[in-house]
């Protein structure tokens, strides 16, 4: 491995992070695994437009570093954690892409189902609960979440994102950086159109096809909600995620369709029950109340179900 050439890459990416407005001052950290205990960091306290090769640091996997003029940056072990739970990681750039930063600061959980482009790199995108930067309770936020995508983003810090080089791993936060731009502009136009749940797992079938993993083509989330940000819902309320800017997309649950049928079964079956129970009244329901409906409702479907 060319330790050097890679010192070029991560000052390149740095200056791409500068000059695209995703790291003011000396804002953000890039690093790069090149061994089993050895990982290239950027310096603290340097903006990442102006950076040279000399000034890249190396440090091992428990954070102490080895070699390098400059210190390490003081939020490498957010970097660290992701490494050690992730074998196939060997970069890893955190950064503040204003448009993603900005879902960061609202909590606000970033709406799929709108781009191809971003269902097949990125998928859904979760929100950490926040910590102070910089310590060991910063650089566990991101562990429930490192295993089922490649960016995160950091309540009202920043971004996370990472791949098997410099390269791949900047270019999910600036997809996503981008996905947000649009999305925020579309609001303001007065619309988000949301794919069909036909269209969304043609998507998803492709990505698989290409051999990118999501968790929504796995067994454990086949009866999720497509495209209602399922995979990460149940970390909301820890972190004070919600929706408030954009609205839920369509229901679009993978329901078998033989359940969905007994189901539909099930419901029209209540029909002749509510006749027999209100003839001769003009309101259908007048004689059933709330409670009654709903068991008897329940107990048509649970007899289809039976079937």
């Not at 440090?59 to 050690?84: P, V």
């Not at 482009?117 to 310590?135: A, C, K, M, N, S």
């Amino acid at each position: 491995m060319n330790a050097h050439k890679i010192k070029q890459d991560i000052v390149e990416i740095g200056r791409r992070l500068y000059n695209k407005g995703f790291a003011a001052a000396n804002d953000g950290n890039i690093t790069v695994r090149i061994g089993e205990n050895e990982v290239l960091c950027t310096p603290t306290m340097h903006s990442k437009g102006f950076l040279k090769v000399e000034d890249i640091c190396t440090m091992d996997m428990s954070g102490k570093q080895t070699a390098g003029i400059k210190k390490r940056s003081s939020e490498a072990l957010l970097h660290l954690e992701i490494y050690k739970q992730r074998a196939d990681v060997k970069s890893v750039v955190h950064c503040h892409p204003p448009y993603a930063t900005a879902f960061a600061v609202a909590r606000e959980p970033i709406p799929q189902c709108v781009l191809p482009e971003v269902e097949v790199f990125l998928g859904d995108v979760p929100i950490t609960r926040y910590e102070t930067p910089g310590g060991k309770a910063f650089a566990e936020t991101v562990l429930p979440y490192v295993d089922k995508t490649n960016v995160i983003i950091l309540a009202n810090h920043g971004t996370v994102s990472y791949g098997v080089d410099v390269e791949q791993a900047y270019w999910w936060t600036e997809i996503l950086d981008a996905y947000c731009r649009i999305l925020m502009l579309a609001r303001q136009l007065g619309n988000v159109s949301y794919f069909s749940e036909t269209e969304e797992r043609e998507l998803l079938s492709l990505k698989q096809k290409w051999g990118w993993s999501d968790p929504r083509n796995t067994e454990e989330y086949k009866n999720c909600d497509v495209c209602a940000n399922d995979i990460f819902r149940n970390s909301w309320k820890e972190s004070g995620v919600q929706r408030r800017a954009f609205p839920a997309p369509p229901p679009m649950p993978a329901v078998n369709s033989a359940v969905a049928a007994k189901v539909e079964q099930a419901v029209a079956g209540v029909a002749p029950v509510l006749k027999a129970n209100t003839a001769g009244n003009n309101d259908p329901l007048a004689g059933i109340d709330q409670e009654q409906l709903v068991k008897l409702i329940t107990a048509q479907v649970l007899k289809q179900l039976a079937q």
